[in-house]
């Protein structure tokens, strides 16, 4: 069974950082690239970064750019995406997801989210 699981989330004031995880299971991991996505409320689901676990190739979203860092622990199958110098922009859910598709274009396999609340 795939699982994609993610943690971290919470509550952070501007300026401050977050730690984002994601565990994954019961695929082959090195196969795979796996992103972080986000949705907030009434707005469209939003890639924001991705890995590509053969390789460690990243891509970023603009937004993000500079401030977010993706990173994989292919002997953990864990994916990390450290958040910096949050805004309240940032707020969302965030969710982790698994393709075979470059640059996390289409995803496969989805976790259930961990919510990033931002305050100003």
């Known amino acids: 069974e795939v699982q994609l699981v993610e943690s971290g989330g919470g509550l952070v004031q501007a300026g401050g950082s977050l730690r984002l995880s994601c565990a994954a299971s019961g695929f082959t991991f090195d196969d795979y690239y796996v992103g972080w996505f986000r949705q907030a409320p009434g707005k469209e689901r939003e890639r924001v970064s991705c890995i590509s676990s053969s390789d460690g190739r990243t891509y970023y979203a603009d937004s993000v750019k500079g401030r977010f860092t993706i990173s994989s622990d292919n002997a953990k199958n864990t994916v990390i995406l450290q958040m910096n110098s949050l805004k309240p922009e940032d707020t969302a859910v965030y969710y982790c997801?698994?393709?075979?598709?470059?640059?996390?274009?289409?995803?496969?396999?989805w976790g259930k989210g961990t919510l990033v609340t931002v305050s100003s």
């Open positions: 997801a698994a393709g075979v598709v470059p640059r996390c274009s289409v995803m496969d396999y």
